[in-house]
């Protein structure tokens, strides 16, 4: 159920609608739009009983959403979500695209240092590397852990790069929450619902990446999990699904893009790297990626690929990144976008 609040309403009015709502058990998710304000009920099995909701002051409309997803929805909020970084410029899902640049994992403090700075310089403005790494084999690199995360806020302070980073399970989620900007869940842990329901209890955006077979729906159910506990800086994740391609890693399925950008209010990114396991592959989709109107690019960088402790294969070098930001650049405003000014590096510091 949703209650549509009228243009004029006034917060009180707001505030005593969503303490009905909470009184009668159910919870009450505000969801201000550029018109009005929306409150999103959540928590009922069946039909709230809308007569008592119509009558407050300052309702509009109670309505009936009848997908399953509700706050991932664009009939609970029509204009699309910007999530906005304090104390910088960055964002993501507004007309500036959003760049997320660095290894698969962080190796140590001077191959992290000496990525971050190539990307700072090419105008990136995330920069992501793993500390805990969700390996398919038990014997291969899991990840430096805390000291990855410390390393990477050393970053942060350094060249004013948003870190974004995957929490592995409820006992990284912590130390993760601390440190980075960006909480990635990764695509095997896409329906870890309880992971998912503790980062909704966080006030960090999420970076949710899409399972290897989810479906749209799935994607968005799970981004529903992340909302329905009161975080709604969730930002979905395209990476390929599989399929019985065999000249790539996995599909990167950029259909998902204008199909979620229909339904969904929620930033939709496309993480060329995994999406095709093939560094020969990675600019040409990335390029394709804006095309589609993605809100911006995931990409693994790294500057001895051939050493790299995970995702060499994929990883692109610094002087192939600088050229996808070109590239980027160019295609950006046909579809209406941007690459953001490059950010400010302090050449002293350096
Ligand atoms: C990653 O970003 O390095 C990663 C492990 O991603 P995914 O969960 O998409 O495989
Ligand atoms: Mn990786």
């Known amino acids: 159920m949703l209650v549509v609040m009228k243009a004029q309403a006034t ?13 009668l058990g159910f919870r009450a998710h505000p ?5 009005r304000t929306a409150i999103g009920i959540t928590g009922n099995q069946g039909e709230v009983d809308r007569g008592n909701l119509e009558e407050l002051s300052g309702v509009a409309e109670v309505i009936r959403v009848s997908k399953a997803y509700k706050l991932a929805s664009r009939d609970v ?11 910088t410029d960055a964002t993501i899902g507004g007309r500036d695209l959003a760049i997320v640049a660095g290894p698969c994992s962080i190796e140590s403090r001077d191959q992290a240092f000496a990525i971050a700075e190539q990307v700072a310089a090419s105008g990136a403005q995330f920069f992501r590397g793993g500390a805990y790494k969700p390996r398919s084999s038990p014997y291969a690199f899991q990840g430096l852990g805390l000291e990855a995360l ?17 929490a592995l399970d409820n006992e990284s989620l912590e130390l993760v929450a601390e440190y980075a900007d960006v909480i990635q869940i990764g695509a095997r842990n896409m329906q870890n619902f309880s992971l998912l329901k503790r980062a909704g209890k966080l006030r960090k955006p999420v970076l949710l990446k899409r399972g290897l077979s989810a479906t749209l729906e799935e994607f ?16 979905l994740c395209e ?9 790539a890693r996995n599909t990167l399925d950029l259909s998902i ?3 979620i950008q229909r339904v969904s209010h929620l930033p939709i990114m496309v993480d060329p790297s995994h999406g095709t396991g093939r560094r020969d592959s990675v600019l040409p989709m990335a390029r394709a990626a804006v095309a589609t109107g993605a809100d911006g690019i995931l990409v693994e960088v790294h500057n001895q690929p051939d050493k790299a402790l995970s995702d060499g294969q994929q990883s692109i070098y610094p002087i192939q990144f600088a050229r996808m930001m070109d590239e ?3 295609i950006a405003p046909i579809v209406s976008r941007q690459l953001p000014r490059g950010i400010h590096v302090d050449a002293a510091a350096v």
């Open 239 to 247: 990476r390929g699904v599989r399929t019985f391609t065999d000249h």
């Open 150 to 166: 410390r390393i990477m806020a050393e970053i942060r302070n350094r060249y004013g790069l948003r870190i974004v980073t995957e």
């Open 77 to 87: 909020k029509e204009e699309d979500t910007i999530i906005r970084f304090a104390g």
């Open 11 to 23: 917060p009180e009015e707001i505030q005593a609608v969503c303490d009905h709502i909470e009184q």
């Open 31 to 35: 969801l201000p739009g550029a018109q």
């Open 257 to 259: 893009v204008p199909a």
């Open 220 to 235: 968005l159910m799970s981004a529903e999990y992340v909302m329905s506990e009161g975080n709604y800086e969730v930002i």
């Open 328 to 330: 980027i650049a160019q």
